[in-house]
């Protein structure tokens, strides 16, 4: 068989624990004995961070903003316990997603994997839906203070250039609970960017939804910039049939709950937080969402929504066969794939990339699983290893490639 050929690399960037030994195994049996695959290959592993003073991060945040396609595996967040197992740590060192994100100044959208054997449990959600969570501010910066006495509060802005701008809170006649929120417009710009260049590359429509009725400046601010940020694309939006809708986020509700899927929903980062558990978990599992970061200029990171799956790492390194779901690992490799064939303009890198979406897909249907998935089914079907359920699917990846 003749190998699909590459033109540019894809970003690379190799994680820990067991998604890092699923990697190696989608890459061997799924994807180099079809493709003659380029990477610029950067090791995320936690070793390799602390060995790079965590250089490493940026360096392979760097080449995704200058190749513009990456795939990431998922990596271990060091805390006070991982500290403990790895004693060779100089440091606890910060979260690559997070310093991902901030380099690439990019909003992340998560979609379920959809199959037949797992009903999702809105029965009219037909469609994925994929949420876009804003990154950045609001309750997440916030600065939170109690006081116990009665008295006013005010809130003080002191400008660069000498001004003072100061608004009256509230006069209370007792002890309160106080919090002041901000965000950027320079990071909601970028976020309604990445919203509108998202749904037209997916052709999809974007929702987005506040609450500017109550927060009519903060969430009013939010409304503005992404009318602003659509003028831009609304001939876009236009030649491609798609639309642009803002509604109220309690309307946006209730309105998902009865639509049939088959958009993007804009969130800001609280709702997009709760939102994407609600979402994950009506579709399924975390093993079965897809998460891409995209940039305002159109930069491309695919991963996995999960983690590193720690306890069955321990399982593998105790020599058990465990049966870790690689199905969003398989699909972030197809994403960055089926991206990079779209910009360097490669037909057969991109049926590949759709390949070995489809052949994951038919192997869940035919009741080749791993066990979260076989207990999800409601059928009575054994679970599969990791392995044979990746080998299930080259083989039927094989027979479409023929
Ligand atoms: P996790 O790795 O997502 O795993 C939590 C549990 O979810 C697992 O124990 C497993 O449940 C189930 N699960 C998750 N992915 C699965 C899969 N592919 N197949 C089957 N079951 C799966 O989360 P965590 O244990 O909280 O975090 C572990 C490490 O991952 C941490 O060090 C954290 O810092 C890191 N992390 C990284 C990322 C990222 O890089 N994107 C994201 C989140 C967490 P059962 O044990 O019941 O089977
Ligand atoms: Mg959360």
Same mark, same amino acid.
């Given at each position: ?48 961070? /602390? ?39 100089? $440091? ?6 997070g310093?991902?994100r901030s380099?690439?100044d990019?909003t ?25 969570r804003h990154a950045y501010g609001d309750v997440y910066k916030a600065v939170e203070t109690i006081t116990d006495e009665p008295g006013e509060c005010f809130m003080t802005f002191k400008g660069a250039s000498g001004s003072d701008k100061t608004v009256p809170v509230q006069k209370i006649d007792g002890s309160a609970v106080w919090r002041v929120e901000h965000n950027k417009e320079s990071s909601i710009r970028s976020f309604a960017r990445s919203c509108? /260049? ?10 987005f939804s506040t609450k500017d009725t109550i927060s009519k400046t903060y969430d009013g601010f939010f409304k503005k910039i992404f009318e602003q940020e659509f003028e ?14 803002y509604t109220l986020i309690d ?15 804009a969130c800001k980062n609280y709702d997009g937080d709760v ?17 891409? *970061?995209?940039?305002p ?5 695919? $991963? ?20 870790? /779901?690689?199905?969003? #690992? ?6 960055? *794939? ?40 409601? $059928?009575?079907? $054994? ?13 039927? #990846? ?5």
């Open positions: 068989m003749i190998k699909i050929r590459m033109a540019v690399p894809i970003v690379e960037m190799d994680g820990d624990e067991m998604t890092r030994v699923l990697w190696r195994v989608i890459k061997d049996e799924l994807i180099l004995p079809f493709v003659d695959l380029k990477t610029e290959y950067y090791d995320l592993g936690l070793l390799n961070r /602390n060995a790079t003073k965590d250089s490493v991060t940026i360096e392979a945040a760097n080449a995704a903003k200058k190749f513009g396609v990456a795939v990431k595996c998922a990596t271990i967040t060091p805390n006070k316990r991982r500290m403990e197992e790895y004693p060779e740590l100089t $440091e606890m060192w910060k979260s690559p997603n310093s991902i380099i690439l990019g992340v959208f998560r979609e379920p994997i959809i199959t037949d054997k797992i009903k999702p449990l809105i029965k009219n959600w037909r469609r994925p839906i994929a949420i876009a509108f /260049n998202y749904a037209i590359d997916t052709k999809r429509d974007l929702w831009n694309r609304k001939t876009q939006f236009d030649e491609l049939g798609l639309k642009y809708f309307d946006a509700a209730a309105r998902v709950m009865r639509s049939e899927g088959g958009f993007i929903w939102m994407s558990d609600i979402v994950s978990t009506i579709f399924g599992s975390l093993a079965m969402m897809t998460s891409a *970061l995209v940039s200029d159109g930069k491309y990171e695919f $991963e996995a929504a999960h983690g590193t799956v720690t306890q069955h790492y321990y399982k593998y390194l105790n020599g058990e066969k465990t049966s870790t /779901n690689p199905t969003a #690992l398989i699909f972030a490799w197809s994403g960055a *794939l089926k991206k990079r064939a779209e910009l360097d303009n490669i037909p057969e890198l991109s049926s590949f990339g759709d390949n070995m979406g489809k052949s994951t897909i038919s192997a869940i249907n035919d009741g080749f699983m791993t066990k979260d998935l076989a207990s999800l089914s409601g $059928e009575r079907i $054994e679970g599969i290893s990791a392995d044979a359920f990746i080998a299930e699917i080259r083989k039927r #990846l094989k027979a479409l490639q023929r």
